[in-house]
């Protein structure tokens, strides 16, 4: 059913145009042209969000992909070598998630040319997943109809399905000590940098459990070599899949570094704020039961699994869809060594077409 060569050529083109978070006005107007062409009624919104429709009988199915790409990703030259594309490794391939707009392209066009039974499909294409998931979170998703979905934004084995991603807290605190010539007056000064260090020494960081995590990723401060510093400013984060786990360990980051600035006369400003919220599904669900079919209908058993990152399937969930992500076949990705097997997209795409027979 699938045609491998013309999703092969789809997806080549579409890595050859250049889409970088924030830069994806032209991707946009090239995917909004294919999809038209393709019979379907298509709104751009003022971010460039795609969101097109197929008319057709039952209830709707979002089909769900972003179009920007991670760094470095400007001019990507595919190599395809024995049935798989690499980069020509001086930048990312940008499967991620060109692969999922690649065969979300491939099924529109399987259906329509073979005029094949299908329920209502909602296809959507953010931009912006990359920074945040900015494009799924400003989407007016009022707008959408579809209750169950597939988000094509993941990578692994075929068949692999992300039924669970984890909440996510940003967390930034600025150490204030206090400034003092280093040479004639330090006993004036709060070393604030030192204070930091006692706090990030306290700090349970890494991996905290099997379902969270946590990171202090940037430490910025000190203006000279012969000044105490007194700010400096430090960026992290915490993840977990159960919400009382993420709570506390935000909590243990906020007290190391209140702490810390307690025992050196200092103060610190920490603000916690929410990037996304988990979500956690079941083979008792619908949308996961009727993927797990497909998979098999397709040939393939189905693996379950967990992330440990969020993507827009996280917004969707939070909206109260309910959306699956499975593995469009990328490798690698976010790296110039990434790459995916043609045949594993043509799988991923034979997933897709059985669950929507089964839908229609
Ligand atoms: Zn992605």
Request: hydrophobic share 45%.
């Amino acid at each position: 059913m699938i045609n491998e060569t013309r999703l092969l050529d789809t997806f080549l083109a579409l890595v050859r145009t250049d889409s970088p978070s924030g830069e994806e006005a032209t991707i946009a107007q090239e995917l909004a042209a294919r999809l038209r062409s393709l019979g379907l009624t298509v709104e751009l919104d003022d971010m460039s969000n795609i969101v097109a429709r197929l008319t057709g009988q039952g209830d709707p199915l979002l089909l769900a992909a972003h179009m920007d790409t991670a760094m470095p990703g400007y001019g990507v030259k595919p190599v395809v070598k024995e049935g798989v594309v690499y980069s020509d490794g001086t930048t990312i391939l940008g499967a991620d998630d060109k692969s999922g707009i690649a065969v979300i392209l491939e099924v529109l066009q399987t259906i329509v040319e073979g005029e094949l039974p299908h329920p209502p499909l909602e296809v959507v294409i953010t931009v912006q997943e990359e920074t945040g998931l900015v494009g799924a979170k400003s989407l007016d998703k009022s707008r959408l109809r579809a209750r169950m979905g597939i988000s094509l934004d993941t990578g692994g084995a075929p068949a692999t399905i992300i039924v669970a991603a984890p909440s996510h807290n940003f967390v930034s605190a600025v150490v204030h000590g206090k400034a003092s010539h280093a040479g004639a007056r330090p006993e004036e000064g709060i070393n604030a940098i030192v204070v930091a260090a006692q706090a990030l020494v306290d700090m349970p960081l890494g991996r905290i459990d099997e379902e969270t995590t946590a990171n202090i990723g940037l430490v910025k401060g000190g203006v000279a070599r012969n000044v105490i510093p007194d700010c400096v400013e430090l960026l992290g984060e915490a993840r977990s899949r159960q919400l009382a786990k993420l709570e506390a360990q935000t909590a243990r980051m906020v007290e190391a570094l209140q702490a810390a600035a307690r025992r050196h006369g200092a103060t610190v400003d920490v603000e916690v704020t929410r990037a996304y919220d988990g979500y956690t599904l079941t083979e008792t669900d619908v949308t996961v039961g009727q993927l797990m079919a497909a998979c098999r209908a397709a040939g393939v058993e189905p693996v379950l699994m967990p992330s440990g990152g969020g993507s827009d399937a996280n917004i969707y969930n939070a909206y109260g869809m309910q959306v699956v992500n499975l593995s469009t076949g990328m490798c690698k990705e976010h790296s110039t060594e990434e790459y995916v097997a043609v045949a594993d997209m043509v799988t991923c795409a034979e997933i897709v077409m059985k669950c929507i027979g089964s839908l229609s």
